[in-house]
C-alpha cells in the first residue's frame, strides 16, 4: 500500500513513539512484570461499573453536550468548592474531556501560535513539548534541581522574555513524585505580576499526596487562577485510565477559546461515564481517602525493596516512585532499563526519556498502583538484582 511517492515533511521530525508504548510493548514481548505504563492492575470500583450499565440502559448513549453533562460540570464545580474554596461555573467555566491529553492539547492549540514561547519543567510528560511544536511555538525547559526536583528560582525568571505565552506546571509532578508548596506558587505569583502569560496547570493527580501534605491547587490563589487552565483526570482519580474522561477548568473568557478547539478535537466525551461520574462524584468518600490508600502501596513497595541496591527518596504525590541504581550499574538509562526487561522480567520507565536532551541521572520510574502480589513479585526481583 505505500505507493505514495510524495514528499512527506514531518511536523515532528524528532519525535518516535512514545516511552510508554515503546517499555509496555518490551514487557509483552518479554512476558515482563509491567512497572513502566501508568495504570492500575486492580478493578476499580463496582459501584461506578454498575453506574455506567445503568446509564447505558437507560439510553444515555449518544452525543454528550459539547462541553460535557452539566450534571457533571455541576459535580465538579462543588468539588473544588468543597475542597479549594475556588468557584468555577458550570456552564461557562469547566469543560469534559476525552481525557487529560486531550485537555492538555486543546489547551495548548487554543492560546498557541507561532513564535510564541512555552516554558516546560523538565523531566517532563512527553506530551506537552509535541503540542507546542506542532502550533508553531517554543519550547524553554526550566530544569528542575534533582535530587528534590525543587524549582530553582534564582534561574527560572531568565527564561521569561516578551515572547513567553505560557507556562506548564505539573504538580504532583510526573515523573519524579514531588509537590509544588504555597511558597513556590506565591513567588510565581509574584513573578507573573503584570505579564501577559498564561499558566497550563496540569494537576491530574491532585488527590494522591502522601506524608500528610496537601495539594497546592493553582485555583486557590486568585491572581494565578484568573490566568490559568487546570487539568484534571478522572481516569487516574478512579483508576480508569481506558475511560479517558478529564476535564478542564479556566475563567470564561479561556474556556471559550479551549472549547472552540476542543469542539473540532473531539465535540463531545462518552455520555454514560459522564453520566455515571457525576453520580459518583456525589459522594466525596469515593475520593478523599485516596491519598491513604495510595500511600500504603507507596510505603509497601519502599518496605519490600529496603533490602535492594536501589536508592529511593520517597515520592510525595503520584503513584510513581524513582529509583536510582548507581550502585548498580554505570549504564545508561534505557540500557539498564532494557536488560532489566530482558533479563530480569520488569519493566520500568527511564527518566532521561522525560528531558530533551535525555539526560542520565540514573533514574526509573516504577509505577505502585498495583495490586500487592505484584508488588511483591516485583519487589523480589529488584532485591535479586
Known sequence: MDNYTGTVVSKLPFTGTSIF????????E?????????????????????LVHSEMKKGNNQYAPMPGVMKLREG????????????????????????ATQGLFSAISAFIRPGDEVIIFEPAYDSYAPAVTLQGGMVKYAQLQAPDYSINWETFPGLITGSTRMIVLNSPHNPTGTIVNAQDLKKLEQLLRNRDILLLSDE????????????????????LAERSLIIGSFGKTFHA??????????????????????????????????????????????YIHLHSFYQQKRDKFLELIKGSRFKAVPASGTYFQLLNYENISK??????????????????????????????????????????ETLEKAAEILCRI
Open 30 to 50: 518479554h512476558g515482563a512484570l509491567n512497572l513502566s505504563q501508568g495504570f492500575p492492575d486492580f478493578p476499580i470500583s463496582d459501584e461506578l461499573i454498575k
Open 21 to 28: 508504548a515503546v517499555m509496555s510493548a518490551l514487557a509483552h
Open 76 to 99: 465538579i464545580a462543588e468539588m473544588f468548592e468543597k475542597r479549594y474554596g475556588a468557584k468555577y461555573l458550570p456552564e461557562t467555566e469547566i469543560t469534559i474531556t476525552a481525557g
Open 204 to 223: 491530574v493527580y491532585e488527590h494522591l499526596i502522601f506524608d500528610g501534605h496537601t495539594h497546592e491547587s493553582i485555583c486557590k490563589f486568585p491572581a
Open 331 to 372: 549504564e545508561k538509562e534505557m540500557e539498564f532499563a532494557s536488560r532489566l526487561v530482558k533479563e530480569h522480567k520488569i519493566a520500568s520507565i527511564p527518566v532521561s526519556a522525560f528531558y530533551q536532551k535525555q539526560e542520565d541521572n540514573k533514574m526509573l520510574r516504577f509505577c505502585f498502583a498495583k495490586t500487592d
Open 241 to 286: 485510565t481506558g475511560w479517558k474522561c478529564g476535564f478542564v477548568l479556566a475563567p470564561a473568557k479561556l474556556s471559550a477559546e479551549l472549547r472552540k478547539v476542543h469542539q473540532f478535537v473531539v465535540f463531545a466525551v462518552n455520555t454514560p461515564v459522564q453520566a455515571a461520574l457525576a453520580t459518583y462524584l456525589k459522594n466525596p468518600d469515593n
